[in-house]
């Protein structure tokens, strides 16, 4: 049979400046058999073994698997991240199962809270025995439950495997991801028992008042305990973002030009605090490695997943402070060196993303380029003029196909044999300027190259 269990925690002021908490434990454990079950041995398995229904009884048919949903799922209370021996247990219904797990407290421990805080302390820990035996085994743990249970068929149990006294912290945490414009109330404590403690939901009372509930998460011993248990709304946090990129400099590197850009994000928090005391909030962000922190105090505390800053806030009218975190991240691009411009060389150094020491051969470059450019233009132009020669000496050959030796065609015979010798001598010529500007642009595409191995080459 699966268990869950439910805690309680009971925290009053100690001494000026500290406060204490009874913190209690039960498990709840139900009979899925058709029988009862008369004083058996109890053992409750805290961790997450893997677990399935595994078919034996009928023929295996190959078929799509079949998946369920997982057990444990994201639940509603905010949780925050963490930088014994049981009594006899009693049957429940299921109906006062229920009703027990959800306020962790019986109608005579709610009216106990009119007491004083000591005196409701001292009662509920009194009114509990606690007999439970907790030994790790592997990566689980086990409550061995001392005495024997018995539960009723379709029943279920509650017995009481926690009874301790830890001091604890009450803290002001805001996650504008967990909950916008109002910060958290975090009671915070070590696990100081020798017991893992499983995950379950947990009651809070505070100095003969109901404070809230929470989650409890998994805690192995000596671990860190947050648990969240109500929402301040007499402090208001307003929350504005901004992200900016610049370019701060331009290097060459293998025939690129390799730009560095920054991206700063910046997160502002005006917080207003209408309560009649002064409040130490802790700012919690999440964590970005690739961000480092721009012109600020480090983080205060790091967790696995975030940040938290402390800032001071006074009360009354003039209860408001403002905090900006500044983060900057270093991100390259890469742009070809081919790609340059004379009027992205101006745009570059108006920026000052370059400096003269830089731009001086970028500049020899883009002559070269130009040279190459003004080559490339006159070869094709050289092209279009030879191919417009072509097409007239094939026109005048047509003509002349259709000519006599003598008399007024001989006549216009003989102008055309005259333009194909001029055509004839302008295509050697042209030929000749070809060959002479191909050379000309191999010998710029050689200084380009060499050019470009030496620019960051």
């Known amino acids: 049979p699966a268990w869950r269990v439910s805690y309680r925690l009971v925290g009053e002021q100690d001494a000026p400046g500290a406060r204490r908490a009874l913190l209690q434990g039960w498990a709840i454990f139900d009979n899925p058999f058709d029988e009862p079950l008369d004083e058996v041995r109890v ?74 805080a000591y005196a409701m302390r001292d009662a509920l820990a009194g009114g509990t025995e606690v007999d439970t035996v907790g030994e790790a085994a592997g990566d689980l743990f086990e409550y061995r439950i001392a005495q024997p249970v018995t539960v009723g068929r379709g029943e279920a ?60 998460p998994f805690t192995r011993p000596g671990a860190e305990v947050l648990l969240a248990v109500a929402v301040d709304l007499g402090v208001t946090v307003r929350e504005q973002r901004d992200t900016r990129r610049e370019t701060r400099g331009i290097t060459l590197e293998r025939g690129f030009l390799l730009f560095q850009d920054y991206t700063t994000r910046t997160t502002t928090y005006e917080v207003q605090n209408s309560n009649a005391e002064p409040l130490s909030l802790l700012i ?47 991100d390259r691009r890469h742009e070809q060196l081919a790609s340059l411009t004379w009027e992205k060389l101006r745009q570059y150094l108006n920026k000052q993303w370059l400096d003269e020491a830089l731009a001086g051969p970028l ?21 279009q003029e030879r191919a417009r020669l072509h097409a007239t000496q094939e026109q005048a050959r047509k003509n002349m196909g259709g000519l006599r030796e003598g008399g007024q065609e001989g006549e216009l015979r003989a102008r055309y044999v005259r ?39």
């Open 43 to 116: 053992v409750l398995v805290a961790g997450m073994p893997v677990s399935f229904v595994y078919d034996l009884y009928n023929p295996f048919t190959p078929e799509r698997p079949h998946v369920n949903e997982e057990a444990r799922v994201a639940a509603a209370p905010i949780e925050m991240e963490r930088g014994r021996a049981a009594a006899k247990s009693a049957p429940l219904t299921a109906r006062r199962m229920h009703m027990m797990a959800q306020s962790a407290a019986s109608d005579e421990q709610m009216e106990a809270m009119a007491a004083p």
């Open 284 to 330: 919690e962000q999440p964590r970005d490695d690739t961000f480092e922190p721009l012109a600020m105090a480090e983080p205060e505390e790091v967790t696995e997943q975030h940040c938290r800053w402390r800032v001071e806030i006074p009360a009354g009218p003039d209860g408001h402070a403002t905090f900006i975190v500044r983060e900057r991240r270093l």
């Open 363 to 383: 500049r020899a470059f883009l002559e070269l380029q130009t040279e190459q450019a003004t080559l490339h233009e006159r070869l094709e132009a050289l092209d």
């Open 157 to 216: 149990a509650m017995v009481p495997i926690l009874q301790t006294e830890v001091p604890y912290r009450k803290q002001w945490i805001f996650n504008g991801r967990k909950q916008p414009r109002h910060p958290s109330v975090v009671l915070r404590f070590d696990n100081d028992s020798d017991l893992t403690l499983e995950r379950g939901p947990v009651a809070v009372q505070e100095d003969e008042r109901y404070s809230g509930e929470a989650i409890f």
């Open 419 to 457: 333009q194909l010798g001029e055509s004839e001598e302008r295509l050697a010529a042209l030929e000749a300027e070809r060959a002479r500007l191909q050379d000309d642009q191999a010998r710029v595409a050689e200084v380009i190259k060499a050019q470009v191995e030496g620019l960051g080459g």
